[in-house]
């Protein structure tokens, strides 16, 4: 189903995203980075603020944390004066992101996008999202709404051979790349749905899924 750019900035608010997975040193031949590689993104912010998850918090479908939401610079110091977020440092944020990753949520950073803007603005919220709850993941699921997610520079790459079939890889991925067909004993891939989360490489315990920059898929 075709949407304009005006009718997907509507449906999300005014935000568009870009997935960023989390940096975390992988047990393998793999590190699993980001474009633009995440502790730089929050490094190079002035003030970090983090609060709870408006998707989540309303919707309440899952048992996953509320307080995962994280605003950068002027959203953060609107949100610490406006709706009471509280201000953390750097490496506090780094371990919020590392704990909500291992829980299975992909890492959103969002910009604030309005019709006739020059130029894309600066990143101003990093968020964990889940597919029960949030509106952009449950967008782009039902309505295709991919022009409003900007894939990460990083893609899953699959070796078949080596996957020993436990599902993981289906289970934790938001976007359908990772399949387990009925009665299959290999998961099985499909490259054009991947987003570049990442939420695969860190648990696939034969190291069937590798990660690479996406212009070498």
């Known amino acids: 189903m075709p949407h304009t750019r005006d009718e997907i900035l ?11 997975p989390v940096h975390i040193e992988l047990h393998s031949m793999q590190v699993v980075l980001s474009q633009p590689e995440m502790r730089s993104l929050l490094s190079g912010a002035n003030i970090i603020a983090v609060g709870n998850c408006v998707c989540r918090e309303a919707e309440r479908r899952c048992d996953n944390p509320l307080e995962v939401c994280l605003a950068l610079d002027e959203e953060a110091r609107t949100k610490i004066s406006d709706d009471g977020w509280r201000e953390i440092p750097l490496e506090e944020a780094m371990s919020l992101l590392e704990k909500t990753h291992r829980r299975g949520l992909v890492h ?4 604030r996008a309005f019709s006739g803007d020059p130029a894309p603005r600066e990143i101003s919220f990093v968020c964990s999202c889940c597919t029960c709850c949030c509106v952009p993941l449950n967008g782009l ?18 070796n078949t051979e080596a996957c020993v079939g436990c599902g993981i890889c289906a289970s934790r991925c938001s976007f359908a790349a990772f399949t387990m067909p009925n009665g299959a ?8 749905r991947c987003f570049g989360c990442g939420l695969c490489v860190t648990t696939c315990p034969s190291g069937a899924i590798g990660f690479v920059r ?3 898929t």
């Open 10 to 20: 509507a449906a999300t608010g005014n935000l568009t995203g870009e997935t960023i």
């Open 108 to 111: 959103m950073a969002y910009r």
């Open 141 to 158: 699921r039902q309505y295709d709404y991919r022009d409003a997610i900007t894939e990460s520079a990083f893609a899953a790459t699959f």
């Open 185 to 192: 004993d290999r998961a099985s891939f499909d490259p054009r």
């Open 214 to 216: 996406r212009q070498e």
